[in-house]
């Protein structure tokens, strides 16, 4: 059965005469119409080792232009992850895939007009990690790729998943798996945002380590130039001489290669802190705060987040610390939630 799924993807890639190189393995069609001649082999680029899978996933191919941040391939394997760790079926139809998927990347994707979860669904097979299966009748769209359109995935009823070998061993490690959401984590999404996205993608029971990579001197050097207080609120409450509650958030994410400088930097209570990584909040041109026209709650929340639209943030003495125009424009253009 696995085979037969396997060929439905062969004859798809070969019946269009695709006989350029892969760029993760290196199949011709050639090679493909091989492995069509050998039914019940399992082709080699199918095996892969644990070590293998963990490299995969560091390296995972995501697509870049210029600052933007693509977080579509992460974001389908969490939730595959968390299908796996819930016993559910590896292989599972492009409908339901689109119903998992896409409110996660409206929810912790960039803010875009439109959303695709037809894009990592089909891509992410060139990472050795995914498969899609029943596409052997589907239409592709003519242009540079040969991509089924969403409308064609429902319509042939394909269905996708991580690949046998890499199914089996996040299966029988459950180590492995935590590994694995740590890498996607750690490099693609802001640390406040983990908790909330494991528990969208059902792995809050996954104990995850956050590796810290960045400067250990950025935290300090930020609350020292805004006198440890949060730029939003002025909050700066301490325990006898220490600051609680005091964080330092980067504007444009450490992840998106954002610099541990301080004008890149800003003071925020941990609230606000977890508010400006979710896009709730973010700075203007102006200096001036800005609301997300998504942020609704009760009086409590008026008080502590609505009623700060316009007001003007605090910045440090030194113009030299003040945050970089450069990077708030990135901050509004892939974070902010503008509605």
């Known amino acids: 059965m696995f085979f037969e799924r396997f060929e439905d993807k062969c004859r798809l890639r070969v019946r269009r005469g695709e006989g350029k190189r892969y760029a993760l393995q290196g199949t011709h069609s050639s090679d493909l119409e091989s492995a069509l001649a050998r039914p019940g082999r399992t082709p080699a680029f199918w095996s892969v080792t644990s070590d293998e899978l963990r490299a995969r996933v560091a390296d995972l ?4 232009r210029g600052s933007q941040r693509a977080s579509h391939k992460p974001l389908l394997l969490l939730w595959a992850l968390g299908r796996l760790v819930c016993d559910q079926a590896r292989l ?11 409110p996660l990347l409206e929810e912790f994707g960039p803010p875009r007009r439109s959303y695709h979860s037809e894009y990592p669904f089909w891509y992410l097979q060139n990472d050795g990690l995914w498969e899609v299966t029943g596409v052997s009748a589907a239409r592709v769209r003519e242009g540079k790729t040969s991509q089924p359109t969403k409308t064609e995935l429902v319509r042939v009823g394909a269905e996708g998943g991580l690949t046998l070998p890499a199914w089996r061993l996040l299966k029988e490690d459950s180590g492995l798996v935590r590994e694995v959401a740590e890498t996607l984590l750690e490099v693609h999404f802001a640390e406040t945002m983990h908790d909330d996205l494991l528990h969208a993608v059902g792995l809050e029971r996954v104990e995850i380590v956050t590796r810290r990579r960045r400067d250990p001197r950025f935290r300090d050097a930020v609350l020292i130039a805004y006198g440890y207080r949060c ?29 541990d400088v301080v004008p890149n930097g800003l003071s925020l209570c941990a609230l606000h802190h977890k508010l400006f990584d979710r896009g709730a909040l973010t700075l203007a041109a102006s200096g001036h705060i800005a609301v997300s026209p998504l942020v609704n709650g009760g ?3 008026d008080r502590w987040v609505v009623d700060l639209d316009g007001g003007e943030a605090e910045v440090p003495r030194s113009s030299a610390h003040h945050p970089d125009p450069a990077f708030l424009a990135w901050h509004r253009r892939e974070v902010f939630r503008a509605g």
């Open 299 to 301: 009086s409590a929340t």
């Open 61 to 64: 191919s995501v697509w870049k």
């Open 92 to 102: 599972t139809p492009y409908t339901t895939v689109d119903e998992g998927v896409r």
């Open 231 to 259: 730029a939003f609120c002025g909050f700066d409450a301490r325990l006898q001489h220490a600051p609680v509650g005091i964080e330092a958030a980067h504007i444009r994410w450490h992840q998106a290669r954002g610099p």
